[in-house]
């Protein structure tokens, strides 16, 4: 009779499969990958996990609407290339995304298991597939029929490849201009190689190129050629996703001291110039045995571990506490699991330099907070007669970076927040001028990979009903 | 790719590029600067465009042999390629017609002043050029500078060519009077003729070379006080006026990484001796 009875439900289990990581110890010598990824067990015991939900709530936290339960089950069927491929429907970047995205505050956070126990690891899981397809060989997808329009990408970050990869794959022609003299923006400038290796962007830009996308490098729109002139000899639209790439200075005393760099400076020598490998590169990074990084966001973590890895002792100085600190938990965790101590409810008011100009000490002052700003975070407040001085021989500002105005400055018609310098720009993306679009920081202000590249789908989805209704 | 399609030795060390790069060609006006970088593991350098040929399709850079990269970079030959040249950067110079410039340049930033002292005449202006080098073997272009030229002095730090240092500047102010004055060239250099001209209350526009990575607002390094504000060189510049400017920060950042410049040099130094010759690992076409 046994055969009759329904099977019982195998029990879910509640704990979400761990991901292997370097030890701490281990890590904070090196600039490898922390995070190791899933085996293929440990890949097809967490896609068990997910309850293939009819209404998935998932998919509803993910900018770009990746078909979540879909390709989780294509993992547990081991139908890997068909995984990658449901993936690659919506999202260009996903051994990036697998890797940064903070799912917590998005897809996870909405997963149904997550009222029971831990929600599925969808980032771990985006990730093997990732990995699986790079190591397997990269599938080009079919694209539409040539529809004849020529789109100008300016930015070759998350946003812009997001939009380019769309695009042409809906039968437009594409050509990306990127400033610097690599492709991939805050991704190859910013991200730290521990975090997400060069190699693994090298790889996700070469599909985008293999799509058909033409890349031009060191390009930079506004010196070049200006948007209104690339209109005139012959692109159909423009997309601008060029970033916020102007670092914040505190505006206090003795901020030009030697050794006070911003954060851009810091991780653009230490990532895009390989400044760790110096003298074998040769762009050089003087940092100092006590470094204290400004600021409490992921550019604030990233600074903070490259720091640690370069055998410096490292300070985060953050104003408020550590409630409101607005980096992912996870990298919070990482950084202190390797040696970060944090000072919280301080600022720094001024720097004093020694004889050769180079910072020796901080004065700093304590803060309480009060009621909530505009932000929604609870308000620092100076406490007066708390100043404290603190020693201290490299200083990283990390307080957060306003778009490059460049483009701007260059671009008559064009409207832009004076205040904030962000492009301003409707729901779809699209700016003050016709068949002219921007996303990504550039119009949101500073915010995270996924939503610029929530915003390079969107807007290229404008885009494409823009030109196909110009024909 | 950029290949280099002429390389010229202007003096002792002090060398010429003319690279092809037909998009900053087009668009590169006198004042703006280019971002170099030479190979895979390169650095990013910064160098003031000396010429600009939009039918050919090239520009043109000087620099002087003193780091490892520029020492590197000299071992290039023609039609060998540098890894990336992006411009053009920062503001195109204000040209216009105010009557008498006077256009001082030192040393490698003879070869840029040119290219000024071409846009000024142009726009109509009386130009005196007053070039500045350490001795008369680190002269070059007076030839070229005289053409252009309304009136030419050579001044050197040793007196073996021209007047000795640029303190007659200071006669010659008293009896010639200039509406505008352009300064390129070391910051001791640029910073002591502001100070020769603000008596006189002649506008004096500087050209700032600080230490730069991107080139392009991003990292924040070239950052100078300017009339007590802080400015980006490579967004807001890199042409200040000389009176304002704080030349003294200025000298001290330009010095941040010099251990490190001075490593990278020995290291590449000791590493041509090993190799036995240039083993620069230059780019071929």
Redesign the interface.
Known sequence: MAETKPKPKPKIKKEAMEMPKQEPEVRVKNFNEVALGYSEEQALEEATRCLQCVKPQCVAGCPVEVPIPEFIKCIKEKKYAEGIAAIKSKNALPAVCGRVCPQEEQCQVKCVLGKIGEPVSIGRLERYLADWEREHGIQIPEKAKPTGGKVAVVGAGPAGLTAAADLIKLGHEVTMFE???LPGGVLI?GIPEFRLPKEIVRKEVDYIEKLGVDLR????VG???TIPELMKSGYDAVFIGSGA???M?M?IPG??L?GI??A??FL??VNL??GYN?????????LGKHVVVIGGGNVAMDCARCSMRLGAEVCLLYRRSRDELPARHEEIENAEEEGLICKFLAAPLKFIGNE??WVKAMECQCMELGPPDASGRRRPIPIKGSEFTMEVDTVIIAIGQTP???IQRTTEGLLADPRRGTITVDENGKTSLDGVYAGGDVATGAATVISAMGMGKKAAKAMHKYLMNKK | MYKIVSKKSLAHKETLFEVEAPDIAAKAKAGQFVIVVPHEKGERVPLTICGYDANKGTVSFAFHEVGKTTKQMGCFNEGDCLLNVTGPLGNPSDIKRVGKVLCVGGSIMIAPMLLQIKAMKEAGNHVTTVLGCRSKDFLFMEEEAKALSDKVYVASDDGSIGYKGLDFLKDLLKTEKFDHCVVLGPVVMMRDVSEITKPYGIPTIVTVTPIMVDGMGMCGVCRVTVAGKMKFGCIDGPEFDGHQIDFDQLIQRQRLMLPEERLSSMLWEMHKENEGGCKCGRNKA
């Not at chain 1, 490098?217 to 930079?220: D, E, Q, R, T």
């Open positions: 400033a610097l003299h400038y490098l060191g390009n930079l010196r070049i050629n790439g102007l670092p200075f505006g901020e030009n030697g760099y911003s851009n400076e653009i020598r110039m390989k110096f003298p074998e590169y040769d762009t050089p990074l003087r050769k100009g490059n105005p460049i």
